[in-house]
């Protein structure tokens, strides 16, 4: 859903194409650079603590989209959603995985 509406989203606040697709793209930086980092703090609080901290901060941070109505808090917000959104993605497949009893010798077919 996020992915449909932030491209409606700049084009109400007058965005550039340039700064449209800036938007649009910023979900998957972060998340490129800190996937290691968010497997080893995953692996540290456990992947419950830490799916739970990032649904609750991809709650805290939706209102903030129509609050803040410029591209630059656009850009910004969408760095930080996709970095929870990925790291929740990444608990809730390790939390299946942990639920399987033969998830050694299967584990690779609870990625998609």
Known sequence: MNAFLVP???SLLDAS???LGMAVSAVSILPIFFSISSGALIDRFGSVRVLRFCATFMMLILPLYPLLPAIGALICLQFFYGLAQS???ICAQASIVKMDKLAGAYA???SF
């Open 17 to 19: 194409p340039v700064m």
């Open 8 to 10: 409606l989203w700049a």
């Open 108 to 110: 690779h077919t609870k």
């Open 87 to 89: 790291m929740a993605w």
